[in-house]
């Protein structure tokens, strides 16, 4: 056991099971250790507190509207990719205090409740998932105003970030530069080469946690393997962008598309046939890949906000309404969306309330309600309000996209809505 | 922009702090004058805001409720808000008296560019309760009035019963403001205009040069406010908006205010008409 601090910039690797060694010393440390669960069919963030709990081995197909795990003999510890959580959940909760009130004999006494909570250290985090969490970083805590809870939550925060090295179809993270290999924020960030971790260091807490695993240092090729998974990957992204632009882009149905939509690691030929009784499910080998051509998504980002932004009456945002529930599911998987209310919570006396801060979308009516009225009433204008935040008027308020390209929102659109193909629409018709 | 706190450490930008009733004054149907001291005195002695700017005002148990600041800026100690009965939370503060307490964090937002318009001929056009968030802006003019040239106050109501302020217009003249008024609905006694505000532009012979314009109330009126000042040639540059939005936390956090890419209660309410140009003709943006 190596019980000395690693340097920021350390490549070392560990056996798989190692990972254990490196949960429990986070959880010595305090931490609440969070990661990969698969709860009710579909893999969240939560509890992690055994290398047991992971959800080794599954792979989850996802498309519009469609998610699926599926449990693979050689799937490795962290080939799904993302569920419908990310950091968001944590550091900015569905349900969050933001003052409290307490009626006194002198009158109301006002106050700022305090974060109790431990620290929280979240394993498997995507790269995508860092770049969603530099974005809330922009709103709630690099203007105007900071958002204390956000703050102290965000302040004792440790990422233990995976490079993906599998994609699914819904994934387009090489068009947002947001992925797939991390690159930004995190402890440490982990590969899974074979039956082991290359890891490297990325802060002096990540250095010292990372010593409770016995662990060896990286040699040059096991650093350069790691590398050539996640650049392979984005070649293979790029690859399906490009097979993808010379086909129809209306598929959006599991049966449309056939059971090769997924990007499966390397290691994974030869899986098809065990996979193929459901289908539509399951990471297929690179043959299968080419052999079925998937529809990976892509979103051409040149000149994106330009775009939309003069196309505010174009008769696709009339189009997406007919299909768009208005259902919030975009806004709620979106690790970006920060959207809020507040509301009173009082108890039976009236003498102590809590002002809470919950979840909003701008797929509700309350959302732009006045007292004049409501200013968006239609599902048409409440999706063009979402999507021209997201993709255009986010980057005036923040610097950046709004957008990192994860997916979610065509995933969990029970409608399979899909955003890159309503800007390819937008952008057919314009060219 | 700041909170009201600049001397306290970090405090949270949600915290509100208590204020009491010192005065109330009915104003028309609906519509009542809240004049507000911040409990701590500290406090209440440091807080300034600027004209144009509002206060988000906290009744434990109903919730906050944006509302613009009407009272003087260089009065130090009330903070005047008018009120117009609208929603849940200003109900309930309409069932308030005297002496009862309230939250209050504030001030947010942008406020109306009264040193930019230094030497300009002053428009201020607005309708029903829109007056409010420009009676700041008024007093100011008036105490700094040789550094304006013709001041026009064009103000609109449905009735003569819902003008606001009205008792203070003979000093408003006196000090030399131009005071133009029209009601949708005349009675037995009224003398003036009917119809509404953007008529009143007829009655004006405007240095269009030199003219700036600054408009609250309904959309709908400021739109054509707007078309009026265009009409008689004053620059899109000064013309300024005051816009109303879903108004939830003023911090920029919650996103309900958003029009296009501003957040109202953050870079507005008070806008240059240039910002909001593409989107005032635009339905449910």
């Known amino acids: ?106 009158g109301w006494r006002m106050e700022t409740p305090a974060v109790d909570e431990p620290p929280i250290a979240a394993i498997g985090v995507r790269s995508c998932d860092l770049h969603a969490l530099a974005i809330q970083d922009r709103v709630f805590l690099e203007q105007e105003y900071v958002d204390p809870a956000y703050r102290a939550r965000r302040a004792n925060l440790f990422v233990l970030a995976i490079n993906c090295r599998r994609a699914a179809a819904t994934c387009f993270c090489h068009s947002m530069n947001t992925g797939p290999q991390v690159t930004r924020g995190y402890d440490l960030a982990a590969t899974e080469v074979d039956d082991h971790f290359v890891v490297e260091v990325g802060s002096d807490a990540g250095g010292h946690v990372v010593t409770a695993a016995d662990w060896v240092p990286s040699a040059l090729a096991d650093v350069e393997r790691a590398r050539q998974q996640s650049q392979a990957l984005k070649r293979r992204m790029q690859g399906r962008q490009a097979a993808a632009a010379t086909r129809p882009r209306h598929a959006s149905s599991a049966a449309e598309l056939g059971p090769a939509a997924e990007l499966g690691p390397p290691a994974e030929s030869g899986r098809a046939a065990e996979l193929g009784d459901v289908p539509g499910i399951g990471a297929v080998g690179e043959s299968d890949v080419a052999q079925h051509q998937p529809l990976g998504r892509f979103l051409d980002t040149r000149e994106l906000p330009e775009l ?3 196309n505010l009456s174009h008769p696709r945002w009339e189009q ?112 | 922009m700041s909170t009201a706190a600049p001397g306290a450490a970090p405090a949270s930008p949600w915290l509100a702090h208590t204020a009491r009733i010192r005065s109330l004054k009915p104003e028309a149907p609906g519509i009542t004058t809240y004049e507000l001291a911040l409990d701590d005195a500290g406090l209440a002695e440091r807080f300034r805001f600027r004209p144009g700017q509002f206060n988000m005002l906290y009744l434990p148990g109903c919730g906050e409720a944006a509302i613009s600041i009407s009272s003087d ?25 005297v002496g009862d307490q309230l939250g209050l ?26 007056l409010a968030p420009l009676r700041p802006a008024i007093y100011h003019l008036i105490r700094h009035r040789q550094d304006y040239g013709r001041v026009f106050l064009l103000y609109g109501a449905r009735s003569p019963h819902d003008l606001l302020y009205t008792d203070e217009f003979d000093q408003w003249r006196a000090a030399g403001i131009e005071v133009e008024m029209t009601v949708d609905l005349g009675n037995s006694d009224w003398q003036g205009h009917i119809g509404v505000v953007p008529i009143l532009f007829y009655r004006l012979r405007l240095k269009a040069p030199r003219t700036c314009v600054l408009t609250c109330g309904p959309e709908i009126m400021m739109r054509f406010v707007i078309f009026e000042a265009l009409a008689r040639k004053v620059a899109k540059e000064n013309i300024y908006i005051s816009m109303e939005r879903n108004m939830n936390c003023a911090l920029s956090f919650c996103g309900h205010c958003q029009l296009g890419p501003a957040f109202v209660c953050k870079d507005g309410p008070v806008f240059p008409y240039r910002a909001m140009e593409p989107y005032l003709n635009l339905e449910e943006f």
């Open chain 2, 105 to 130: 964090r504030g001030p947010f937002g942008s406020s109306w560019p009264v040193d930019a318009v230094r030497g300009q001929d002053v428009v201020i056009a607005c309708g029903g309760v829109g």
């Open chain 2, 73 to 97: 800026p260089e009065r130090r100690g009330l903070i005047g808000h008018t009120v117009r009965v609208a929603g849940n939370v200003t109900q309930a503060l309409a069932r308030l008296q």
């Open chain 1, 1 to 106: 056991m190596n019980s000395h601090k690693l340097p920021v910039g350390s490549y070392i690797r560990f056996e798989k099971p190692q990972l254990q060694a490196v949960i429990d010393r986070l959880r010595q440390l305090g931490y609440r250790t969070v990661g990969p669960r698969r709860v009710d069919e579909a893999i969240v963030y939560d509890d992690l507190r055994s290398i047991d709990e992971l959800p080794v081995g599954y792979l989850d197909y996802q498309d519009g509207g469609v998610y699926r795990l599926r449990h693979s003999a050689d799937g490795g510890w962290f080939d799904y990719v993302v569920g419908p959580h990310s950091l968001k959940n944590f550091l900015f909760p569905p349900r969050d205090r933001v003052l409290e009130a307490h009626r006194e004999p002198g």
């Open chain 1, 308 to 310: 939309l932004l003069s």
């Open chain 1, 320 to 431: 997406v309404a007919e299909r768009c529930l208005s259902c919030a599911n975009c806004t709620l998987v979106c690790p970006t969306c920060f959207c809020s209310s507040v509301e009173e919570v009082g108890d039976l006396t009236g003498e102590h309330v809590v002002r809470q801060r919950s979840w909003a979308s701008c797929f509700t009516a309350e959302h732009s309600y006045m007292n004049s009225g409501t200013v968006r009433k239609t599902t048409a204008s409440r999706y063009r309000q979402w999507l021209t935040h997201k993709l255009a008027t986010w980057h005036e308020q923040f610097g950046t996209s709004g957008c990192v390209g994860c997916g979610r929102c065509i995933t969990w659109c029970p409608v399979g809505i899909d955003l890159t193909q309503e800007v390819a629409a937008i952008r057919g018709d314009e060219s």
